[in-house]
């Protein structure tokens, strides 16, 4: 959405001591006047998060060369995700090709009053808010508020058509279902069916024994189990609706749902 009509919301500065991967730092003033920034909250363990990544790299590939700086804010929902070498690892899976940078402790998360992820906020070339939304969708929207910015950066630039629709249920105005709500251990662990022992923790229910199992209903696209674990690397699994720990320990943090595609019309 954009921000009310005569708004004048300037991006806040990134705190000096945060840690960074693909960039040394990256400072708002620096990029005033040359740029339009893309800022992006995600977490590599938030499947919305990973729905949405496509369109940024495309972002980044288009427009990057037109004067989009696009920067993203990896601010953890789990414990696991405090952990830089965590993080890093991710980023190098998921082959994200522009700056991040590590909010740990959810500073700039706060800054911003970011209300969940992904968070994504477009400024001008004089660092102004022109565009927010929260979640998936919006990518059309995006897309034409990002030309609009790059534009006024230079009024003659070749700017390609905004991307068709990754996926069906990406298209401007479509309906969806309803899908079951995201599973949130261990406040949520009556809505598991349990098999053998699994105790309590921080954000997570560890699993006593190998065989122990976690089994719950849901309607989705996907359903994505959230684990950790020594011999686990932390992150996002596919599950059918049953998780099965391979080894003592391993931790269950939540169950997260994607959206049940539209129907062919």
Same mark, same amino acid.
């Given at each position: 959405?954009?921000?009310?009509?005569?708004?004048?919301?300037?991006?806040?500065?990134?705190?000096?001591?945060?840690?960074?991967?693909?960039?040394?730092?990256?400072r708002?003033?620096?990029?005033?006047?040359?740029?339009?920034?893309?800022?992006?909250?995600?977490?590599?363990?938030?499947?919305?998060?990973?729905?949405? +990544?496509?369109?940024?790299?495309?972002?980044? *590939?288009?427009? $990057? !060369? #037109?004067? &989009?700086?696009?920067?993203?804010?990896?601010?953890?929902?789990y414990?696991?995700?405090?952990d830089?070498?965590?993080?890093?690892?991710?980023?190098?899976?998921?082959?994200?090709?522009?700056?991040?940078?590590?909010?740990?402790?959810?500073?700039?998360?706060?800054?911003?009053?970011?209300?969940?992820?992904?968070g994504?906020?477009?400024?001008?070339?004089?660092?102004?808010?022109?565009?927010?939304?929260?979640?998936?969708?919006?990518?059309?929207?995006?897309? +034409?508020?990002i030309?609009?910015?790059?534009? *006024?950066?230079? $009024? !003659? #630039?070749? &700017?390609?058509?905004?991307?068709?629709?990754?996926?069906?249920?990406?298209?401007?105005?479509?309906?969806?279902?309803?899908?079951?709500?995201?599973?949130?251990?261990?406040?949520d662990?009556?809505?598991?069916?349990?098999?053998?022992?699994?105790?309590?923790?921080?954000?997570?229910?560890?699993?006593?024994?190998?065989?122990?199992?976690?089994?719950?209903?849901?309607?989705?696209?996907?359903?994505?189990?959230?684990?950790?674990?020594?011999?686990?690397?932390?992150?996002?699994?596919?599950?059918?609706?049953?998780?099965?720990?391979?080894?003592?320990?391993?931790?269950?943090?939540?169950?997260?749902?994607?959206?049940?595609?539209?129907?062919?019309?």
């Amino acid at each position: 959405m954009r921000p009310p009509a005569g708004a004048e919301i300037p991006a806040p500065e990134f705190p000096p001591q945060l840690s960074w991967l693909g960039a040394p730092f990256m400072r708002m003033d620096r990029l005033l006047g040359r740029h339009a920034v893309l800022i992006e909250f995600w977490d590599f363990a938030r499947v919305h998060s990973l729905r949405t +990544l496509p369109y940024l790299r495309a972002w980044h *590939e288009r427009y $990057a !060369d #037109a004067g &989009l700086q696009i920067i993203g804010v990896h601010s953890p929902g789990y414990s696991f995700g405090r952990d830089p070498g965590t993080v890093e690892r991710a980023v190098e899976r998921l082959e994200v090709p522009y700056p991040v940078a590590l909010d740990p402790e959810l500073e700039v998360w706060r800054l911003y009053g970011n209300k969940g992820w992904p968070g994504r906020y477009l400024f001008d070339r004089r660092s102004l808010l022109r565009h927010v939304h929260y979640g998936e969708g919006e990518y059309l929207e995006t897309e +034409l508020a990002i030309q609009e910015c790059l534009r *006024e950066i230079d $009024a !003659d #630039a070749r &700017l390609p058509e905004p991307l068709a629709p990754l996926r069906s249920e990406d298209a401007p105005g479509v309906l969806m279902e309803p899908q079951t709500a995201d599973i949130v251990l261990p406040a949520d662990r009556g809505r598991l069916e349990l098999v053998r022992d699994w105790t309590d923790g921080e954000d997570w229910i560890a699993a006593a024994d190998a065989g122990a199992a976690a089994s719950f209903t849901f309607t989705a696209g996907q359903a994505f189990a959230v684990l950790s674990g020594d011999d686990l690397e932390p992150g996002l699994y596919e599950t059918g609706g049953t998780v099965t720990a391979e080894s003592p320990g391993v931790r269950l943090h939540a169950v997260q749902f994607t959206p049940v595609p539209p129907a062919p019309s």
